[in-house]
């Protein structure tokens, strides 16, 4: 296990206790900052996100290894304190633009929407990180590899940055004074998160609020207008692929029916929300509206115990796809991701209430019985001994038993 690896698996568990702790907190206040669909369509997009990462962290990482090999003017040394608090310094500069470029560039947009697509503001909200940011992400960071940073500390003060991120991501935490002029803060990121015309793509810092000081993008935190969390085309899905692909799709789409070549292009490389004038006009959306209701399909009490408790089975079993990353053949783990990938995705349709979903969960559950069974097996443990297959089975066969109780229980009174 890498230091990366090594860190992520430290914070984890101090994540989950600090989501708790919020929980708490909001409860004693009165206030409602999670809901049960839209904490697990966050959780499972950082899932997600992690899965990927399996996948494509060769591909970043080895693109900024290449160049500092071979293009890189200095070759820092890894061993001194300026030079990690220089790169530290420059990584957050630099996440400044990324992050400012993924707000005002639309193919940048289509990867980070996925973060702010939560209609609600909590510690989850940190986790919903994006499958694609590693298409384009990369080339922002590319200095520092011809600056010399070495790649190991390029890898952990993005780690830094990044881990620093989570704690503003609450909306228990109230302004903090002298602190919010300077770093990035729970008060300065909720502004961030909003879609109101106050706040709308402002305060991008990651660490450091001072950049959007110096360059124009910072905005406070107005009591008297609070901030409303989403994006301006709301996602209304609980569905991790297609929270994903959404802006992706509706960006193709409108450059498959732009009738001019260069608004073609252009709709990849302008604002999020801009589109050419002839397709808008014969394919109108329907106008921002603030004060829509939050997506919240009901469904019935037991279904909604069970995707949760699902969850939580898949939760464990995605620590258990990373815990094999490093050591499992690639078909074993594309093999295990797929079958992750579509579970959520089952799930999703549960929370969304799709009249199909029952049917395509009792499916994913037969379909692992069946894996369990024929193979005497899971991704990445041989033999499984028999009482663990029958467990299994048990376990598979209770479920499908909760997921087939009435929708509705008789009314006894």
């Keep these: 296990m890498n230091t990366q690896e090594a860190i992520i698996s430290l914070a984890t568990p101090v994540f989950f206790l600090l989501i708790a702790i919020e929980w708490l907190i909001a409860r004693h206040r009165g206030e409602v900052a999670y809901r049960g669909n839209d904490t697990v369509a966050s959780l499972g997009l950082g899932v997600m996100s992690q899965i990927v990462g399996v996948f494509t962290k060769l591909f970043t990482i080895g693109i900024y290894a290449w160049v500092y090999n071979h ?20 990584y957050d500069f630099l996440y400044y633009w990324l992050h400012r470029a993924g707000h005002e560039v639309n193919i940048l947009w289509a990867a980070h929407v996925v973060h702010h697509q939560s209609e609600q503001y909590n510690l989850s909200t940190a986790l919903r ?13 590319l200095p520092l590899a011809i600056v010399g940073v070495p790649v190991e500390v390029f890898v952990v003060v993005a780690l830094i940055d990044l881990l620093y991120q989570f704690w503003i991501h609450t909306g228990q935490i109230r302004k903090l004074g002298w602190f919010d002029r300077v770093f990035a803060s729970p008060s300065n990121h909720r502004a961030h998160h909003a879609v109101n015309d106050r706040y709308l793509d402002r305060n991008y810092g990651g660490i450091l609020i001072l950049w959007d000081r110096l360059f124009g993008s910072f905005v406070e935190e107005d009591d008297r207008d609070p901030p409303v969390y989403g994006t301006r085309s709301p996602l209304r899905s609980f569905n991790p692929l297609w929270a994903n692909a959404e802006v992706y799709w509706a960006t193709a789409q409108d450059a498959w029916h732009a009738r001019r070549w260069r608004d073609k292009l252009q709709v990849w490389l302008r604002p999020p929300g801009w589109r050419p004038a002839d397709v808008a006009a014969r394919f109108p959306k329907a106008a921002f509206e603030i004060r829509r209701e939050l997506y919240n399909p009901p469904i019935p009490p037991h279904l909604a115990w069970y995707a ?48 199909t979903a029952p049917w395509l969960e009792g499916a994913r559950l ?29 376990l598979a066969a209770v479920s499908a038993a909760w997921l087939c109780l009435p929708r509705h229980r008789p009314n006894l009174s």
Excluded at 366 to 393: E, H, K, N
């Design 366 to 394: 037969a379909g692992t019985v069946v894996f369990v069974l024929a193979r005497r097996c899971w991704f990445g443990v041989a033999a499984l001994p028999a009482p663990w297959v029958a467990m299994a089975c048990l």
């Design 308 to 355: 949760l408790a699902q969850f939580a089975v898949l939760l464990g079993l995605a620590v258990h796809f990373l815990q094999l990353a490093p050591v499992a053949p690639l078909g074993t783990l594309t093999g295990y991701a797929v079958y992750l990938m579509v579970s959520l995705c089952v799930l999703g349709a549960l929370f969304d209430g799709h009249r």
């Design 129 to 141: 990180q994006t499958g694609s940011g590693f298409l384009l992400g990369w080339l922002f960071y």
């Design 71 to 90: 293009a890189a003017l200095l070759h820092l040394p890894n061993d001194n304190l300026l030079v990690w608090a220089g790169a530290l310094l420059a």
